[in-house]
């Protein structure tokens, strides 16, 4: 397949553990050489799967995309609490899980789907008198932000292993999936954060058709040996 990076193109890359959406911008616009590269949709550090990337002039498609309906799958661990929703801060409270049954937490599910309101975690790029959330709150500040609108079109649970949920959840844009995560705890009264997630569809848009970090560096490296080797 032919690249064409400053006409514009729609890159699905599969986002590493531990990058920042920003962090696979900046490494794919320094490989291609290419300023205008911007992403459909922010994912957390902590999390893995499908990011889309528009570079040149199909950058101005991003609303577009990131409006779309998105898939996750991922797991909850129930009876631990923390700040961020997620592993990014340390558990603060626990509580016994034993007592709650795969029908109680499936029932528990079922009552988030449709249109809800949800607030989203004090550690999110939410915008605060043009401050991010997450800035104050690791500043120990104290955050409140509002609920918002978000609409949920599944949550399956997949499978129970002791703290462990695997789920699988279809929503839409602005949902936090650690929100719905610490929710979940809250509703079964024993607490939860999200312990791993991936992103595994936008829109039409799928994770198996991404590539890697690696296979954006290798594509530009060819590109590069054919400019060369035309010229010489």
């Known amino acids: 397949?032919?690249?064409?990076?400053?006409?514009?193109?729609?890159?699905?890359?599969?986002?590493?553990?531990?990058?920042?959406?920003?962090?696979?911008?900046?490494k794919v616009r320094n490989t291609i050489r290419e300023k205008k590269v911007g992403h459909a949709g922010t994912l957390d550090p902590l999390a893995t799967g499908l990011l889309i990337l528009c570079t040149g002039?199909?950058?101005?498609?991003?609303?577009?995309?990131?409006g779309?309906?998105?898939?996750?799958?991922?797991?909850?661990?129930?009876g631990e609490t923390t700040p961020s929703y997620d592993r990014e801060t340390e558990v603060i409270e626990t509580c016994a899980f034993d007592h709650l049954?795969?029908?109680?937490?499936?029932?528990?599910?079922?009552?988030?789907?449709g249109t809800i309101e949800q607030v989203p975690p004090i550690y999110s790029a939410v915008q605060i008198d043009g401050k991010r959330a997450y800035t104050l709150?690791?500043?120990?500040?104290?955050v409140e932000l509002k609920s918002r609108t978000v609409t949920i079109h599944a949550f399956d649970i997949i499978s129970i292993d002791g703290p462990e949920v695997a789920f699988r959840v279809v929503?839409?844009?602005g949902t936090y999936i650690r929100s719905l995560a610490h929710d979940l705890g809250q509703k079964l009264g024993v607490g939860a954060h999200l312990s791993k997630l991936e992103r595994t569809r936008i829109g039409e848009y799928k994770l198996e058709k991404a590539l890697t970090i690696e296979d954006i560096v290798a594509i530009r490296k060819k590109q590069l040996e054919e400019a060369n080797g035309s010229n010489s």
């Open 137 to 142: 709150a690791r500043k120990g500040k104290d």
């Open 1 to 26: 397949m032919q690249y064409d990076f400053a006409a514009g193109e729609i890159l699905l890359i599969n986002k590493p553990l531990g990058w920042t959406s920003f962090d696979v911008v900046k």
């Open 68 to 78: 779309q309906e998105k898939e996750y799958t991922g797991i909850i661990r129930l």
């Open 171 to 173: 929503c839409s844009k």
């Open 101 to 113: 049954s795969e029908e109680s937490i499936k029932e528990a599910a079922k009552d988030f789907v």
């Open 57 to 66: 002039k199909f950058t101005k498609r991003i609303d577009e995309i990131q």
